[in-house]
């Protein structure tokens, strides 16, 4: 049995954060405790997007249950089993979000979560070393941000497109303004994936009060009445008790409510149903689960010089490699996607509602990410902030069974709208005369779908997620909500929960620069409680 000040429960996005943070202070002792492994030889080089997507040694590998919705389907949900969590595997795109959408967080009852409280913590992440200072951006902070340097005329030809089409560019998409067409700000430097294990572990790794355990699967809150005491894990064939002051669940938006869950703390019909206690009934654990739903348009291409397809095949594979090696540039050195376009459905709209990822290659397979045989293209959209509610919940008391993951995708009107406008904008852009050296003939879905319910139908058999599960312990004060502002779990003392989990709503883009910030804002929480704990002892002590 062990005892800490502070247990951190997940090393990924916001645990290594906070661990990091936390252990600034060598008065608290701080146990961080990761599932997976230390490292893999494939994180450091930012393709790992790809090479890690269906490897267990680094990614749980979950699946969703199949849905009507899409096509009954089982659709892989990737997360990060590695010290760096998603950050690790993820795909590098670095988006902060809308400042509307903190400012709705707040509204909802999030208090001090708005983009004023905010914009500080993402200021204070950053290093964009693109960046001058302006805009609200950071120059100091410990995660380097690039724009993608890679050249291709075809990115230019998408910009004169996105123009023609009647699209803005835009120069930095991370300040006020997110709408336009833009070259990929991604969490790579000098070639190197910006992991928050690279950029807020290594430093603290020799902290003698930051203890690290890796390959440590934890099976159980322990609760004495209604508060947590600390946690109980399994590593090899031994288990362990660690007990704390505080326990900080970071495991993200899939395994955190299923750890509530085991725990017995959660809805009770769904605890019974699997022969579980329930010691703390709290009905919205595991619901008000979102993600986007990606859907992607392929074009073959004329000229496969502007084609990764060509260029990264065969010799050119070694051709790319050999470039990443010498000047950590070409094909490995890319992010998911070196542009992206933030637009609006409707004009009328007072900020964008779809993100559109523009690739220069296709792949053939999304659970392998192998590239197709022809010279392609892909553009991408899903809908920023969806409607759609889904839920995760445990399907057994064993902690080592995968929780039922249930998406709901398109089961609102408003998201079916905004997903079909957003592919017809896609082919908007790629119809556009600036594109006619480039552009071939749509392989996929292909000309024959047209009307907006073979749009919809197409989608719904054949999109995927785009890896960005939130929600499920929404943060707010009304009985739909799991966490409270302070990131105190309802009803209970000493446990809290710091991940995107606690997201009220999804933020508008990738969800790795909103899960860091967490990290961020849950440091600063705990160190303001830190210090008013000690002078409250103080005083009475002195009295």
Same mark, same amino acid.
């Given at each position: 049995?062990?005892?800490?000040?502070?247990?951190?429960?997940?090393?990924?996005?916001?645990?290594?954060?906070?661990?990091?943070?936390?252990?600034?202070?060598?008065?608290?002792?701080?146990?961080?405790?990761?599932?997976?492994?230390?490292?893999?030889?494939?994180?450091?080089?930012?393709?790992?997007?790809?090479?890690?997507?269906?490897?267990?040694?680094?990614?749980?590998?979950?699946?969703?249950?199949?849905?009507?919705?899409?096509?009954?389907?089982?659709?892989?949900?990737?997360?990060?089993?590695?010290?760096?969590?998603?950050?690790?595997?993820?795909?590098?795109?670095?988006?902060?979000?809308?400042?509307?959408?903190?400012?709705?967080?707040?509204?909802?009852?999030?208090?001090?979560?708005?983009?004023?409280?905010?914009?500080?913590?993402?200021?204070?992440?950053?290093?964009?070393?693109?960046?001058?200072?302006?805009?609200?951006?950071?120059?100091?902070?410990?995660?380097?941000?690039?724009?993608?340097?890679?050249?291709?005329?075809?990115?230019?030809?998408?910009?004169?497109?996105?123009?023609?089409?009647?699209?803005?560019?835009?120069?930095?998409?991370?300040?006020?303004?997110?709408?336009?067409?833009?070259?990929?700000?991604?969490?790579?430097?000098?070639?190197?994936?910006?992991?928050?294990?690279?950029?807020?572990?290594?430093?603290?790794?020799?902290?003698?009060?930051?203890?690290?355990?890796?390959?440590?699967?934890?099976?159980?809150?322990?609760?004495?009445?209604?508060?947590?005491?600390?946690?109980?894990?399994?590593?090899?064939?031994?288990?362990?008790?660690?007990?704390?002051?505080?326990?900080?669940?970071?495991?993200?938006?899939?395994?955190?409510?299923?750890?509530?869950?085991?725990?017995?703390?959660?809805?009770?019909?769904?605890?019974?149903?699997?022969?579980?206690?329930?010691?703390?009934?709290?009905?919205?654990?595991?619901?008000?689960?979102?993600?986007?739903?990606?859907?992607?348009?392929?074009?073959?291409?004329?000229?496969?010089?502007?084609?990764?397809?060509?260029?990264?095949?065969?010799?050119?594979?070694?051709?790319?490699?050999?470039?990443?090696?010498?000047?950590?540039?070409?094909?490995?050195?890319?992010?998911?996607?070196?542009?992206?376009?933030?637009?609006?459905?409707?004009?009328?709209?007072?900020?964008?509602?779809?993100?559109?990822?523009?690739?220069?290659?296709?792949?053939?397979?999304?659970?392998?990410?192998?590239?197709?045989?022809?010279?392609?293209?892909?553009?991408?959209?899903?809908?920023?902030?969806?409607?759609?509610? /889904?839920?995760?919940?445990? $399907?057994? %008391? @064993?902690?080592?069974?995968? &929780?039922?993951?249930?998406?709901?995708?398109?089961?609102? +009107?408003?998201?079916?709208?905004?997903?079909?406008?957003?592919?017809?904008?896609?082919?908007?852009?790629?119809?556009?005369?600036?594109?006619?050296?480039?552009?071939?003939?749509?392989?996929?879905?292909?000309?024959?779908?047209?009307?907006?319910?073979?749009?919809?139908?197409?989608?719904?058999?054949?999109?995927?997620?785009?890896?960005?599960?939130?929600?499920?312990?929404?943060?707010?004060?009304?009985?739909?909500?799991?966490?409270?502002?302070?990131?105190?779990?309802? /009803?209970?003392?000493?446990? $809290?929960? %710091? @991940?995107?989990?606690?997201? &009220?709503?999804?933020?508008?883009?990738?969800?790795?620069? +909103?899960?860091?910030?967490?990290?961020?804002?849950?440091?600063?929480?705990?160190?303001?409680?830190?210090?008013?704990?000690?002078?409250?002892?103080?005083?009475?002590?002195?009295?």
């Amino acid at each position: 049995m062990q005892r800490y000040d502070y247990v951190i429960v997940g090393a990924g996005s916001a645990g290594a954060v906070l661990a990091s943070r936390l252990s600034e202070d060598p008065s608290l002792q701080i146990l961080l405790i990761e599932a997976g492994v230390e490292s893999h030889p494939y994180t450091r080089m930012p393709l790992s997007f790809g090479l890690l997507i269906d490897k267990p040694d680094a990614n749980w590998l979950y699946e969703s249950e199949p849905e009507p919705n899409t096509a009954h389907r089982k659709i892989p949900v990737p997360r990060g089993k590695i010290l760096g969590g998603s950050s690790a595997i993820n795909g590098l795109v670095w988006v902060r979000g809308q400042p509307q959408d903190y400012d709705t967080w707040e509204k909802m009852g999030a208090r001090s979560w708005g983009w004023r409280d905010l914009a500080p913590l993402f200021q204070r992440i950053e290093h964009f070393v693109d960046g001058d200072g302006s805009n609200g951006r950071g120059r100091d902070g410990p995660l380097k941000v690039t724009v993608v340097s890679d050249q291709n005329p075809l990115y230019d030809a998408l910009f004169d497109a996105g123009k023609a089409a009647g699209y803005p560019a835009n120069p930095d998409y991370n300040s006020i303004n997110q709408e336009g067409v833009v070259k990929t700000q991604a969490s790579i430097y000098q070639g190197r994936r910006m992991s928050v294990a690279h950029c807020y572990l290594e430093p603290a790794r020799n902290r003698p009060n930051l203890h690290i355990v890796t390959q440590a699967h934890v099976s159980r809150i322990v609760l004495e009445g209604k508060r947590c005491t600390g946690v109980r894990y399994q590593r090899g064939n031994e288990v362990f008790t660690a007990l704390a002051h505080e326990t900080v669940l970071c495991a993200g938006g899939v395994a955190t409510p299923q750890l509530l869950e085991l725990s017995g703390i959660g809805n009770p019909q769904i605890l019974q149903e699997q022969g579980i206690a329930v010691l703390h009934a709290l009905p919205a654990v595991g619901e008000n689960f979102r993600d986007h739903l990606n859907a992607r348009i392929v074009w073959r291409l004329k000229d496969p010089r502007v084609s990764y397809n060509h260029m990264a095949r065969g010799l050119g594979a070694i051709t790319q490699m050999m470039k990443y090696i010498t000047s950590g540039t070409g094909f490995m050195s890319l992010p998911s996607a070196p542009m992206l376009a933030f637009l609006k459905t409707d004009p009328a709209m007072a900020s964008p509602d779809v993100q559109m990822h523009l690739v220069p290659y296709s792949i053939k397979d999304p659970k392998t990410r192998k590239l197709q045989d022809f010279p392609s293209m892909t553009i991408s959209c899903y809908q920023l902030r969806p409607e759609s509610l /889904g839920s995760i919940h445990i $399907r057994s %008391a @064993d902690p080592f069974t995968q &929780p039922a993951i249930r998406f709901n995708f398109l089961s609102d +009107p408003i998201d079916q709208k905004a997903m079909v406008d957003g592919f017809r904008m896609m082919r908007s852009i790629v119809a556009a005369a600036p594109m006619n050296p480039y552009r071939d003939v749509e392989f996929a879905p292909g000309e024959h779908v047209q009307s907006d319910q073979d749009i919809l139908d197409w989608i719904r058999a054949n999109a995927h997620t785009a890896y960005h599960p939130i929600g499920t312990c929404r943060m707010g004060t009304g009985s739909d909500c799991v966490v409270d502002p302070k990131l105190r779990v309802h /009803g209970l003392a000493g446990l $809290r929960v %710091a @991940d995107a989990s606690i997201f &009220p709503t999804m933020p508008s883009g990738n969800t790795n620069a +909103p899960a860091i910030m967490v990290g961020e804002k849950a440091a600063d929480i705990l160190k303001a409680s830190q210090v008013l704990q000690k002078r409250i002892q103080g005083e009475l002590e002195v009295a």
